[in-house]
């Protein structure tokens, strides 16, 4: 198993993970994608973690742009 990355709710790992897993297809996963991924019922809870790991330097994401959420760390 990978390190835990530190600074990171449990659930923010695994947003994380999910995005780097569903990225190895040449491009970044939808919102909707990343809530199915999840399990999460709602695109709004998504939406949250990755705005958490955009503040915390993990992720770069344009907001307003569809497909654009890279890992950085």
Known sequence: MNKPV???TPMQKK???AIT???KVGYAPSIKELA???????????????LEL??????????????TIQVLK
């Open 15 to 17: 947003t994380k993970e």
């Open 36 to 50: 199915l991924h999840l399990k999460l019922s709602s695109t709004f809870a998504v939406r949250r973690h990755l």
């Open 21 to 23: 897993s569903l990225s």
């Open 54 to 67: 955009k503040r915390k330097g993990y992720i770069s994401w344009l907001t307003n742009s569809a497909r």
């Open 6 to 8: 530190k600074g990171l």
